[in-house]
């Protein structure tokens, strides 16, 4: 039974008599969006404008420093004289205190796991009137000295408090901490023996595939009945089904299901993810007591960590049933501030935005939230592999209070028996940065202090072992072996790739640390790439800003660094993206110019990247882009802006990261190779042309060639000479479409030599058909619709080349076709003002 009719009012701090507030008929209370939180309810009442749109985020800032009463009304229901009743609140954000007809009924401290209340003896009878009463108070404390505390300061006072990091503030989100009640609340009815959780994992598979088996558990709460035993059926997606019976023994059910010929379960890009449904039926002779389903997937996840014997260290490699992975993917940030608020809808969208773009994984974040069921389907639908985070990020946390211990391995118990099943659950994680900040301090004299070792290489790490037992554990996120002297994984474990973008340079945490950079520009440099040696990035990005239509959306008439612009670019010093666009296409002279460049910077960024690390493969096993998505309409690391609309860089890792790609790799003396990079499950062989020419078609020569990679190689398939200046370019392409084409450039955008180009765009039967007459840089068509699709977006055209870009969702004819202009008109540099 799920309670419904809520309401909502605030309350100064510490006021507020529940014997009182159960029965007052006042006019105070307004109706209360559930699932939601305060902000959405006020909004909906007239009494808060929206906060993430324009200027207004300040106006919501009192919203913190108030108390908020929630209350609903019910009838007991008529569960049976033997039923016990349990009141589940999913999702109560954060400090909640509870109270059932003005008497208490306890409180809850933790966003990330449900509260739960015996209350078969408050109900009396059925049909009697009850109200339930539940307060947020703020989890800070009063007057919040981490206001004005820079990055992250507001969040580290609330370290012992489980709530979502980035609540208060980061350099992607806004300082806009949700509360309420962000998941519906039930009455749950317990009369007899139950199912209490599952669990599915393939413990076998044959490496030629032929046959697997699969080990289900079912864990009861028996109620005392006599002597249950449990059915399972296993169906796959082709409806072959699979039957086993097992005996409760010590609260659970084991049995294992063998196959031929399994149905696997792949990431989009090797496969079909097939899910097979599997059915448990709790029986005492013939009555059933209790029966639920599930979807699992037939795979097997595995996480190499053998020694690299060309550079030394070790591997960092997810084996997908078998198959060496190069994971190409991205960082996911809750959809909104207000984690209650986005539609199950928007997750698929963002998930299958990810699919669409080749992304093969995407890790849940650690200073966000564990993410809704939506997200997980969507990832099992679509095939797509989740790094889960536990909820931890770079802060200290309060390890030795035996409190806050037990609150966690609380939260942990909870969110790996619910996840351990998922078949795209590929690893758990500790946390995100907390041992490589706290190591970078120590380097930087800072004392040693309690920062959480014992959570994440203890606690968490058993409670994994204990409940999941299949799925790979992680430290953190970057962490590699203390034994290879490893804080950032450059030759073992994970690493974070902020030389690039951040500048950093302190050896030996980030690469190339000894080097000299001539300007604060070339220290943010995505060249800068080339001398990442990382076994697996799992986060790297350039900042960027969304689209003109997304910002006129959120904040009409914003300008280029008035009031309300700046507001939404919380990355500090906010002058960064001006230093490298100083040294690779001079300074903007409006908002206009400001979207083209620095969508231009991130696409060549990423391009550069992806082209780096797979050509390293298996080396480098993968690469996570910091970030895929966004939760306020800001400027930022993120490919798809707040609205889902994509930005250039989206469409250049579409091309990056396709299963089966070229890239061009300039060598000294004007030289350049040819890289063919494979990572389908087969050999291939494909024919490719080479063409080195000007910008201006003086010069224009191609050569064919046919070339072959195994499964998982990447190899230099053709080596050439192209002058190294502003006015040659270097270009690959498949005759037959089989894999993206590649292109490479010798100068900074700013210089490049492009000359006077024209385009040609006519729209009909839901397309566009665009021809260049010139070379055109960034071919952009206008993305006025969120939503709508388009195959292909942000390319390059030579001379007389021909492109037929296909439209879903918007109107063809009413697009705009334009080639980006890749300096400023300006002309300047910081250094000329």
């Not at 198959?323 to 960082?331: E, Q």
């Not at 409940?467 to 590699?480: R, V």
């Not at 063919?676 to 010069?699: H, M, P």
């Not at 499964?711 to 392409?733: C, K, L, N, Q």
Request: hydrophobic share 40%.
């Amino acid at each position: 039974m799920t309670l419904n009719a809520w309401e909502l009012r605030d309350l100064p701090i510490g006021t507020g008599d529940p014997a009182v507030l159960s029965a007052d008929a006042g006019d105070d209370w307004i109706p209360a969006v559930i699932p939601g939180g305060v902000h959405e309810s006020l909004i909906a009442a007239g009494r808060l404008v929206a906060p993430l749109g324009g200027d207004h985020l300040d106006e919501a800032r009192w919203v913190e420093h108030r108390d908020w009463w929630y209350r609903a009304r019910f009838i007991a229901p008529d569960a049976g004289p033997e039923a016990s009743v349990v009141l589940v609140a999913e999702g109560l954000d954060t400090v909640a205190d509870l109270w059932l007809d003005g008497r208490p009924l306890g409180g809850h401290r933790n966003q990330f796991r449900p509260a739960k209340f015996d209350v078969t003896d408050r109900l009396g009878d059925p049909g009697a009137h009850h109200v339930l009463l539940v307060r947020f108070s703020p989890p800070l404390p009063p007057g919040d000295a981490g206001l004005d505390n820079g990055l992250w300061g507001a969040a580290r006072q609330a370290a012992g408090v489980r709530k979502a990091s980035f609540s208060w503030g980061w350099d992607f989100a806004p300082r806009l901490p949700s509360i309420g009640v962000a998941a519906p609340v039930r009455l749950d009815a317990r009369c007899g023996a139950r199912i209490t959780g599952h669990h599915a994992v393939t413990s076998f598979l044959a490496g030629d595939h032929s046959h697997a088996e699969v080990a289900v558990r079912a864990e009861i709460d028996t109620m005392g009945a006599s002597c249950p035993t449990v059915v399972f059926i296993l169906t796959s997606p082709g409806g072959v089904m699979h039957r086993a019976e097992a005996p409760v023994v010590a609260g659970a059910a084991r049995a294992t299901i063998a196959i031929r010929d399994p149905e696997l379960w792949w990431t989009h890009d090797l496969g079909a993810p097939a899910l097979h449904r599997l059915d448990i039926e709790l029986r005492d002779a013939d009555r059933t007591l209790d029966q639920m389903d599930a979807r699992v997937g037939v795979r097997t996840i595995a996480l190499d960590r053998s020694d690299e014997p060309v550079e030394g260290g070790r591997l960092f490699r997810f084996v997908l049933n078998g198959v060496p992975l190069f994971v190409r993917g991205a960082n996911w940030v809750p959809p909104s501030p207000l984690v209650g608020a986005p539609a199950e809808t928007l997750r698929r969208e963002l998930v299958l935005r990810a699919r669409e773009g080749g992304m093969s994984m995407l890790r849940v974040w650690g200073g966000g939230i564990y993410e809704h069921e939506a997200f997980y389907d969507a990832c099992d639908d679509l095939g797509i592999l989740v790094w889960q985070d536990f909820m931890f990020a770079c802060m200290a946390y309060p390890g030795d209070d035996p409190t806050f211990v037990a609150e966690v391995e609380a939260e942990a118990r909870h969110q790996v028996q619910r996840l351990r099943s998922r078949p795209c659950l590929a690893l758990w994680c500790g946390n995100n940065e907390v041992e490589a900040l706290e190591l970078i301090g120590r380097a930087n004299g800072a004392p040693p202090r309690e920062w959480g070792e014992r959570l994440f290489h203890d606690l968490l790490p058993a409670v994994v072992a204990e409940l999941d037992g299949s799925t790979p554990y992680w430290p953190g996120s970057p962490w590699g072996d203390p034994a290879s002297a490893e804080v950032n994984g450059v030759r073992d474990g994970d690493r974070h790739d902020w030389e690039v973008w951040h500048g950093n340079t302190l050896a030996p945490y980030f690469t190339g640390g000894d080097r000299a950079y001539p300007t604060d520009g070339d220290r943010r440099h995505w060249r800068r790439y080339a001398d990442d040696t990382g076994r697996f990035v799992s986060e790297l990005g350039i900042l960027a800003a969304p689209d003109r239509a997304t910002l006129d959306r959120w904040m009409p008439g914003a300008e280029l660094h008035d009031e309300t612009f700046d507001a939404h670019l919380t990355d500090r010093p906010n002058t960064k993206v001006e230093e490298l666009l100083a040294v690779t296409t001079g300074l903007p002279a409006d908002l206009d110019e400001y979207i083209s460049l620095t969508q231009s910077l991130q696409a060549e960024a990423l391009l550069f990247a992806y082209e780096h690390f797979r050509r390293r493969q298996p080396r480098t096993a993968g690469a996570l882009v910091w970030q895929l998505n966004d939760c306020w309409p800001a400027v930022s690391w993120s490919m798809l802006d707040v609205d889902g609309v994509p930005k250039a860089a989206y469409y250049a890792f579409v091309r990056a990261a396709a299963p089966l790609t070229v890239s061009l790799r300039p060598t000294d003396d004007d030289g350049i190779e040819l890289w063919l990079v494979n990572n389908t499950r087969a050999r291939r062989t494909v024919d490719v042309d080479v063409e080195l020419g000007t910008f201006d078609g003086a010069e224009r020569r191609t050569e064919r060639l046919t070339a072959s990679a195994d499964p998982g190689e990447s190899r230099i398939v053709w080596t050439g000479s192209v002058p190294h200046d502003a006015r040659h370019y270097a270009w690959a392409s498949s005759p037959d479409g089989t894999f993206p084409s590649a292109r490479r450039h010798f100068a900074e955008l700013g210089v490049l030599e492009l000359g006077v180009s024209r385009l040609d765009a006519i729209a009909g039967d839901g397309g566009i058909d665009i021809t260049s007459h010139g070379y055109s840089y960034g071919v952009r068509i206008s993305q006025p619709v969120p939503g709508m699709r388009l195959s292909d977006n942000h390319f390059d055209l030579r001379d007389g080349e021909r492109r037929r870009i296909q439209v879903t969702g918007a109107d063809a004819s009413s697009l705009t076709v334009t080639a980006t202009v890749p300096h400023a008109r300006a002309g300047l540099s910081l250094e000329q003002g």
